[in-house]
Nanobody
Framework: VQLQAFGGGLVQAGGSLRLSCAAS????????MGWYRQAPGEQRELVASISRGGNTNYSDSVKGRFTISRDNAKNTVYLQMNSLKPEDTAVYYCHAGLIATQYSYWGQGTLVTVSS
């Protein structure tokens, strides 16, 4: 299983970015996909997830600003991030499967920096 995350960059507060996670070796429509982030000195945290059935879940800090979606035909998951804040600055990781099980797969991370 390989997860290729890209789309990060530098953006001003209030701006938008869209992250993409291209998967191979696993079908994004057949498993739970998630975006996590880790800021310097902080623990990795769940940002958003989408289940096999299409149910979405968001952390309180991003609810209403971020949207997770998937394109089964492209086998890709997206994270649309709007109204970005400096506290959204982190490395964002794509995840597939179930955390803390043998079916847990991570992408390489993409850095998002939001300037004030």
């Amino acid at each position: 299983v390989q997860l290729q995350a890209f789309g990060g960059g530098l953006v001003q507060a209030g701006g938008s970015l869209r992250l993409s996670c291209a998967a191979s070796g696993i079908r994004v429509g057949f498993t739970t996909m998630g975006w996590y982030r880790q800021a310097p000195g902080e623990q990795r945290e769940l940002v958003a997830s989408i289940s096999r059935g299409g149910n979405t879940n968001y952390s309180d800090s991003v609810k209403g600003r971020f949207t997770i979606s998937r394109d089964n035909a492209k086998n890709t998951v997206y994270l649309q991030m709007n109204s970005l804040k400096p506290e959204d600055t982190a490395v964002y990781y794509c995840h597939a499967g179930l955390i803390a099980t043998q079916y847990s797969y991570w992408g390489q991370g993409t850095l998002v920096t939001v300037s004030s």
